[in-house]
């Protein structure tokens, strides 16, 4: 196979896993939150059980009006949504199912992931400003703050992560894993599953977008396709942290699997991870910001250094 041609394949590969594993997550999210909640949900398109509701939520974004806001910054304003979703599409091409599947094996991918998945919260940043809206701009705002209070902890967990296994590549890290992992990196494994609900606002970290507060956050002008890709942004990035977790905390393809199957066991670690971000978001109210920022800098960062320093001892003893 020519090089050239690789590298498509390679591409198609991505970008087909792109759109059709957030749509997954999306019809998982309908149906356990209708669950959980002691209803059916969507039932009727598609006939099984609804299964072709997203799809049907798809046709009606593509046909509404695209509005832009008349004091809006126009050219901003329509290149937010594009911000916000590339970037979970960077990461996730980067991110290995197993040691042959990957879009790009790449050296340092886990600092390439952590960096992709920085760049998407500039889209929100970028949709709240623009829209010449107060609630679109104090929805950005509070965006920026979680983003700052949030961040340094997921790079202290994924840093002892990195230092226990002697690497900064991914597959490296899930090479190196090994059982004991689920005890000596749990502390790291909370804060990074934490931080990463709270990178995706989701509930119950969702005040960027409280719809009981200001509308719809940064959201709030944005109809249509546009809005779609808003949605489709969050699912991806459901996605890029489940996966991500499931390499970094729970081994990827390490299974009852042979090698070639690998990439199966990887997929399903991450679905487990996506179910339970899903439960969180039906089971836990939203917090207020105050609650939100104490959470970080007095609980998260503090045992994220403490794992980081309980790894770094241990490590050097082993050595």
Same mark, same amino acid.
Request: proline share 5%; aromatic share 12%.
């Given at each position: 196979? !020519?090089?050239? +041609?690789?590298? =498509? #394949?390679?591409? $198609? %590969? &991505?970008?087909? @896993?792109?759109?059709? *594993?957030?749509? /997954?997550?999306?019809?998982?999210?309908?149906?356990?939150?209708?669950?959980?909640?002691?209803?059916?949900?969507?039932?009727?398109?598609?006939?099984?059980?609804?299964?072709?509701?997203?799809?049907?939520?798809?046709?009606?974004?593509?046909?509404?009006?695209?509005?832009?806001?008349?004091?809006?910054?126009?050219?901003?304003?329509?290149?937010?949504?594009?911000?916000?979703?590339?970037?979970?599409?960077?990461?996730?091409?980067?991110?290995?199912?197993?040691?042959?599947?990957?879009?790009?094996?790449?050296?340092?991918?886990?600092?390439?992931?952590?960096?992709?998945?920085?760049?998407?919260?500039?889209?929100?940043?970028?949709?709240?400003?623009?829209?010449?809206?107060?609630?679109?701009?104090?929805?950005?705002?509070?965006?920026?703050?979680?983003?700052? !209070?949030?961040? +340094?902890?997921? =790079? #202290?967990?994924? $840093? %002892? &992560?990195?230092? @226990?296994?002697?690497? *900064?590549?991914? /597959?490296?890290?899930?090479?190196?894993?090994?059982?004991?992992?689920?005890?000596?990196?749990?502390?790291?494994?909370?804060?990074?599953?934490?931080?990463?609900?709270?990178?995706?606002?989701?509930?119950?970290?969702?005040?960027?977008?409280?719809?009981?507060?200001?509308?719809?956050?940064?959201?709030?002008?944005?109809?249509?396709?546009?809005?779609?890709?808003?949605?489709?942004?969050?699912?991806?990035?459901?996605?890029?942290?489940?996966?991500?977790?499931?390499?970094?905390?729970?081994?990827?393809?390490?299974?009852?699997?042979?090698?070639?199957?690998?990439?199966?066991?990887?997929?399903?670690?991450?679905?487990?991870?996506?179910?339970?971000?899903?439960?969180?978001?039906?089971?836990?109210?939203?917090?207020?910001?105050?609650?939100?920022?104490?959470?970080?800098?007095?609980?998260?960062?503090?045992?994220?250094?403490?794992?980081?320093?309980?790894?770094?001892?241990?490590?050097?003893?082993?050595?």
């Amino acid at each position: 196979m !020519s090089p050239w +041609l690789e590298v =498509v #394949l390679r591409a $198609a %590969s &991505v970008l087909a @896993a792109f759109l059709v *594993l957030p749509l /997954v997550v999306g019809q998982t999210e309908h149906k356990v939150m209708a669950h959980m909640q002691g209803r059916l949900g969507p039932m009727y398109a598609g006939g099984f059980h609804g299964w072709a509701q997203l799809v049907a939520d798809g046709v009606k974004f593509v046909q509404k009006e695209d509005i832009t806001p008349a004091r809006a910054d126009r050219g901003v304003f329509r290149l937010a949504p594009a911000v916000a979703l590339i970037p979970y599409l960077v990461a996730l091409a980067v991110i290995p199912l197993s040691p042959t599947v990957v879009g790009a094996d790449v050296e340092a991918s886990a600092v390439l992931v952590l960096a992709a998945m920085g760049v998407g919260i500039i889209g929100t940043l970028m949709a709240g400003w623009s829209s010449a809206n107060k609630y679109s701009l104090l929805g950005a705002m509070r965006s920026a703050a979680q983003l700052v !209070s949030y961040e +340094l902890p997921m =790079v #202290l967990a994924v $840093a %002892s &992560v990195a230092l @226990a296994a002697g690497s *900064l590549s991914l /597959v490296g890290i899930a090479e190196a894993w090994n059982p004991w992992w689920l005890l000596w990196q749990f502390p790291g494994a909370f804060v990074f599953l934490v931080a990463a609900l709270a990178e995706l606002q989701r509930p119950p970290f969702d005040m960027p977008v409280a719809d009981s507060e200001i509308v719809f956050g940064s959201y709030t002008e944005y109809s249509g396709l546009r809005f779609a890709f808003f949605l489709l942004a969050e699912y991806a990035g459901i996605v890029v942290m489940s996966l991500l977790f499931a390499v970094l905390y729970l081994g990827g393809w390490a299974g009852p699997f042979e090698s070639g199957l690998g990439w199966l066991w990887t997929l399903l670690k991450g679905f487990a991870v996506a179910v339970v971000v899903i439960w969180l978001r039906v089971s836990w109210p939203r917090l207020r910001e105050d609650q939100l920022q104490r959470l970080a800098w007095v609980w998260l960062v503090p045992i994220a250094l403490l794992q980081l320093a309980i790894t770094a001892v241990g490590v050097v003893m082993t050595r």
